[in-house]
């Protein structure tokens, strides 16, 4: 048997080096801390729990929900957005259920590209933006996120000719793996290019609700004209901590809300409806909880800022999502980087290549992790490198950068 041509231009795993030494230490008995994973440590709160389980006992639960989900849980999320963002959405055409958001992200290509149509994706982005593209056969173009421009991409900077052929342009605010967050400004300038190329703008607004400092960060819907030109996907994942329930949502644009649907129809056969109605719970219910979380995540990530900065290492600012993205000390590239400090300390950083050609320089640092084992890390690193040699530290003593 041969796969097909379009899984191999996937690309094969970029961290096998780095997991086969983690298998290693492990089996020598190393107490390895991992520091790579975006989930939250902690549980899903217990009045959502409660509703999945009253859900799961309704005999309706039992038989196919609707595709697109149901109505309950499509008027939820549009109260929900109405709340929080103050935009008003048709729970009939404007809102989709989606078995997460990165299914929804995964299938919008199949919907809107035809081979060979480009689409515009963040480098370094997450990583289904571009091999969603290349399912559709679709060809990625790679729109920069530097450090120098807050990590925002220069849409003027994209060559007309391939703005001209491209499908769609996904951006991601507050954003994996850099933390950025955008202005108003620039998501203005967004839908405005996405409104000259006639392309969609799907935006992925995951990490909407893990902001600090009284940080909100808006929805491109909030942007007059946005709902001619833009998507955005939400997910219950990471706000309520329920990455293993999947559930999110798509809203915005009715004909590309449409044409999802469509593609979903002939894919999937919708959300067990108790997972819904857990959904519904966690976005009607009490966001008091969400508030207590956010200042444990605020604690652990002063802490861990203030750790990686003492080591001479220029850790940035972070108003948003559970991401630190550092720039590696030394010249070395992020696999190296993350290679050293797993063989030095048991720690596992996630090497930003697999995020695209411009996380070479970085790694990843997560900071859902038991608040124990977070500072367990830290003392490892600031043992480790606390007194290293110069050229862990070299060229790295200036301030932080902005953001
Ligand atoms: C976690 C994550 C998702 C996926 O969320 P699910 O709703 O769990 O599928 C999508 N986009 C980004 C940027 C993420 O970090």
Redesign the pocket.
Known sequence: MQVARRLEQIGAYLFADLDRKQAELTAKGVDVINLGI??PDLPTPPHIIDALMEGATDPRSHRYPPYPGTQEFKEAAARWCQRRFGITLNAGTEVLA????????AHLPWAIVNPGDVVLVPDP??P?YRSSTILAEGTPHPVPLLRERGFLPDLQGIPAAVARKAKIVFL?YP???TGAIATREFLAEAVAFARTYDLLLAH?N??SEIAYDGYRPPSILEIPGAKDVAIE??????TYC??GW???FVIGNAAAVGALAKIKTNVDSGIFRAVQQAGIAAMDGQQQFLAERLRLYQARRDRTIRALRSLGWQAPDLRA?FYIWLPVPDGASGAQFATRVLERTGVVVTPGAGYGAQGEKYVRISLTIADDRLDEALRRLTGAFGRAPRNMAEGSRSAPPAR
Do not use: A, Q, W
């Not at 996907?233 to 990471?238: A, D, E, I, P, R």
């Open positions: 975006g989930d989606l078995i997460g958001s990165k299914e929804g992200l982005g997450y289904v991601n954003n994996n793996p992925d995951s990490y996907f939400h997910s219950l994942s990471k329920m990455t999947r559930v999110g999502t």
